[in-house]
């Protein structure tokens, strides 16, 4: 490529920059001018301040921009604060091209302002469906956004369908499942972790729309069922939509002695510890996303990933309504555990796929954007 563009990344949780980081190294090895926009829950002391291990994994080559904190449990409040402080973070850093991930407002308000600056676009793991608000901001970042990176056909189809030029669609598949370590580092993280096993994961996140009682109640009467399972449970911190200290609060009644509690872990941690979990359980897209590729069982609670195992025809992918129903395939999965498969991701192959795909084309798009018969 002659000319390189200068390009940057928006993160706003440990999941959404899980997804980036691959690509981030990636543009770091082609000696990029990269600048990283960092926000929302990275900056949140309670959901867990990732600053440190950010820069461990980049400590040249990437220009990091720290957002300050804001007002997480007013969305209008925090969304208007994005929109300037991204607006001068593009200005400022001089970006020529913007990589945005997924389906979260910080997604939306960085979109929001490169397409009102005339910056290219492009959306990373387009075409998915997410439930709730996500939904439908997801689908507008497309609208937004001329180039695309979708983790299968069925989203690439769904990204046609919202009127977008095959040709600008790239398929890749999950990017950070290629973190996951080697067999031996997963057998010192799980011992790191004074994990007993057997173990199951639980990731649970607010229901956007709920009142903050609904809420507790909610996320109470799944702690309840799950108490009664004789397992021990791997509690990680919730995303920061609006409801969650009502669910950090909850986690209060576990007796301690049943919970291993984590606020923020790096991918190849978490992965790592889901690899080798008896089963995932809450309402996380990472029963939807990671926990297929590596085989773990999963079961989602509500509404929160509603409809989004359409494409995958999984059996071991369970969407329940009652937390009694969680608890049992909960206990089930205990009782007929799984052969846990180390099989290698090489990141060499998905490097090779990026190759294909991050062209001198690939950057220079047509602005003037038309619905695509």
Known sequence: MNSKPRIAFVTSCRSDFAKLRPYIGYFVKKHFSISLFVTSMHVNAQLGCTREEMLSYFPTGVQFCWDESFPQQQPLAALAHLLTSIENFLTQQHIQ??????????????????????????????????GNIDESFRHAITKLSHRFLVDNDVAKHRVERLGEDPKSIFLTESSSI??????????????????????AVLLYHPETGLTDSKQYRQIYSLIKALKNVPIQ???????????????????????PSQIVRATSLPCEIYLTL?????????????????APCLGVPSITLGNRQYKREAGLRLRSYKNVSTAKEAAKWVNWFLHHPRKIENKPFYLKS???????????DFFRPDLQKHFHE
């Open 274 to 290: 889901l690899n080798r979990a008896v089963c995932l359980v809450g309402n996380s897209s990472s029963s939807i996303k990671d």
């Open 178 to 199: 290629y973190l996951l370590p080697s067999d031996r580092i997963q057998r010192q993280i799980v011992r790191n972790f004074h994990l007993e096993q057997p173990y």
């Open 233 to 255: 449970y791997l509690v990680l911190a919730p995303n920061n939509d609006p409801g969650y200290p009502e669910i950090l609060r909850a986690y209060e009644e576990f007796p």
């Open 97 to 130: 091209f913007l990589f945005v991930h997924g389906d979260r407002m910080e997604a939306f308000a960085a979109a929001t302002a490169a397409a009102l600056h005339q910056i290219p676009i492009c959306q990373i793991e387009a075409g998915d469906i997410s």
């Open 350 to 360: 998905f490097e090779k796929r990026l190759n294909d795909i991050f062209t001198a």
